[in-house]
Structures are given as structure tokens and as C-alpha cells.
């Protein structure tokens, strides 16, 4: 396994990328609870008028976003893309009013049953707790297959969903072919461990493989810090670390809790929220049986990362 650096902190705020092409970076590594929900977002400023790129989850976050992109440019977000229906991305769609929301069909087809319940959400991501009662779902008014092409003036915004479950069934990136910069969406985690819960890993390293053919000098994660195909290479090559082992646990009959403490993460299990190795495993059991569409026990999921989160602390203790 490859060694490298694993930054604890990283650039946040808006950050230009390329011509009038912005991320929305979210200040992570605060807590010790985990980053769980601090998603990033992006903007395209065009001569018609701006594109966002995710709207990330609770009132408190989408306000100093919208504050950002108000302070960025005066002109109004004409389109907002939701890369998938993940709540931290999806959460602030109601302060977009007035935008068309553009998303995968599958997307908002995963969108539409609405948000998970509240209970969950606040043993989840504790730190958010006091704002998820004031969630409402807003749906993408506008969905596409497999490709779209928005236009906005000055950029070619082309958008594009792998066609299968990757990180969720409905993962779409976006990508500006002349200003080579890439929004990956959830496809792509820096330093921040990925979280599979509902994703299918093996295709989900067909899509990263995909996405490093994808000429690009900037990639925008859906988590952790703006990098490039070095970055991404580096989560993928953690996806197939987990999952090559995680077979060779299953088809030993070891159960999917044994293997996730049991798996040696090297360099990767300094990178933030490692304790997703569970769920991760679990998923690829999943996997492994072929009972993707089923969902996962999360309250079972949640426990054991909260088991695994408190051995780690107590080792970093010693
Ligand atoms: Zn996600």
C-alpha cells in the first residue's frame, strides 16, 4: 500500500478553480464526533446567470453558502445540480427557490420517499441534532439518464451519471471539458473516509476508474480537500483494499464486524471517520451475497461504528 501525507486540516470558504469556477469547500476536522455531513458545493458563474453544484444539508450551512455565492457574484443561481440524494447535499434545495433543480433520474427518484427519519439523522450526526426537525424536501424539477449538457454562456457544463449504483444509485458529476475541472460529487472522498451504506463498492471503483480517464486538472470531492487524479486515486485504491479484503474474510466465514475490526487500513486509518470501515464491509457482504437491494440495519451499522470510534479513542489514550 502506498504511503502519503494525510492532511488534518485543509483550504475552506470559496475558492476559485478555473474561470469564474468556484468550491464551496466546508471547513472540516473539527469535531470529535466525526465529519459526517460536511459535504462540499461548487459554482459556475456564467453570462446567464450561475450554476450551483449541491446545497449541502442543514439551514445553518446552505445560509453561509448562499451568503458566499451572493458575495461572489450578483448574478441569481439559475440552476441548481444535486450530485445525489444524499442529505448533505440535498438538504439546502429549498434555498435555491427560483433555480431549476437538475439531478439523475434515479436521484430524485431516491429523494422523493423524503429524508431519513429525524431520530436517526440526530444519533448520526449529533452536532447537527437541533436542525433536522426544520428539513424540508425539495425534488429536482429537471432529470436526465445518462448525460446532459447545460450551457450557461461561457461554459460547457456536462453532467454524467455512471448508469449504475456507485456511491448511491443516483451519483452524477459534473464537468467543464475546457477549464478541466471535474465536481465529483460523492464519487469522490479525500482523506475523508468514503461511506458506502448505500452504494455498491465494486462499482464504485468502475466509476472512480472512469473518472481518472476524465481529463482534469481539478477534481472537487464531495468531501475533504480540492485535489486532483492523484487524490482520487488514492480513495479508490482504498475501496479496493476494503473490498479484496473483505472477501477474503467472507469467504472464510469470518461475520462482517470481526472483518472490519480485523482489516489493517495502514495509511488510511488516519483518514477522518475510519470507523466507516464497518459499514463498508458490510455493504460488500452485501455484495458478496447479492442483497444490494436490500437496505442496511442501520441502527446495527451505527452501534458498531460507535464501538469501533470508542476503541480507537481509547488506544489513542494509552
Ligand atoms: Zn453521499
Known amino acids: 500500500m502506498a504511503r502519503h501525507v494525510v492532511p488534518a486540516r485543509w483550504k475552506s470558504g470559496m475558492i476559485e478553480v478555473g474561470a469564474r469556477i468556484f468550491a464551496y469547500v466546508q471547513a472540516s476536522g473539527i469535531d470529535p464526533t466525526g465529519d459526517t455531513g460536511v459535504a462540499n458545493s461548487g459554482l459556475i458563474v456564467g453570462s446567464a446567470g450561475a450554476v450551483a453544484v449541491d446545497a449541502l444539508m442543514v439551514p445553518t450551512m446552505t445560509r453561509k453558502l448562499v451568503a458566499a455565492i451572493k458575495k461572489t457574484t450578483k ?5 441548481l445540480i444535486n450530485t445525489h440524494h444524499h442529505l448533505d447535499h440535498t438538504g439546502g434545495n429549498r434555498f435555491f427557490a427560483g433555480a431549476t433543480i437538475v439531478a439523475s433520474a434515479p436521484c430524485r427518484a431516491a429523494l422523493a420517499p423524503g429524508f431519513p427519519p429525524v431520530s436517526l ?3 448520526f450526526m449529533p452536532r447537527f441534532a437541533a436542525e433536522f426537525p426544520r428539513l424540508k424536501v425539495v425534488l429536482p424539477t429537471v432529470t436526465f439518464e445518462d448525460r446532459m449538457v447545460l450551457q450557461d454562456g461561457d ?3 456536462q453532467l454524467w451519471h455512471p448508469g449504475f449504483a456507485a456511491h448511491t444509485v443516483g451519483d452524477a458529476v459534473v464537468f467543464l471539458p475546457k ?28 466509476a472512480a476508474d472512469r473518472l481518472l480517464r476524465y481529463d482534469a486538472d481539478v477534481i472537487v470531492p464531495g468531501h475533504g480537500p480540492i485535489g486532483t487524479r492523484t487524490d482520487l ?19 472464510a466465514g469470518m461475520p462482517a464486524e470481526a472483518a472490519a475490526a480485523d482489516i489493517k487500513l495502514g ?3 488516519s483518514w477522518s471517520d475510519a470507523e466507516r470501515i464497518l459499514p463498508n464491509v458490510m455493504r460488500c457482504y452485501q455484495e458478496f451475497r447479492n442483497e ?3 437496505p442496511m440495519d442501520l441502527p446495527r451499522m451505527l452501534a458498531g461504528m460507535e464501538r469501533l470510534r470508542g476503541a480507537r479513542a481509547d488506544h489513542a489514550c494509552l
Not at 448574478?75 to 440552476?79: D, F, M
Not at 465529483?184 to 455498491?200: C, E, M, S
Not at 486515486?233 to 472477501?247: I, P, Q, S, T, W
Request: hydrophobic share 45%.
Open 292 to 294: 444490494l437491494d436490500q
Open 121 to 123: 439523522l440526530q444519533r
Open 179 to 206: 477549464e478541466r475541472v471535474l465536481f465529483a460529487g460523492d464519487i469522490a472522498f479525500h482523506y475523508v473516509t468514503p461511506l458506502a451504506f448505500q452504494g455498491h463498492i465494486g462499482n464504485w471503483i468502475k
Open 75 to 79: 448574478k441569481p443561481v439559475a440552476q
Open 155 to 157: 461554459h460547457e457544463i
Open 267 to 269: 495509511v488510511y486509518a
Open 233 to 251: 486515486k488514492r480513495m479508490r485504491d482504498y475501496l479496493a483494499l476494503v473490498r479484496r479484503e473483505a472477501k477474503r474474510r467472507f469467504d
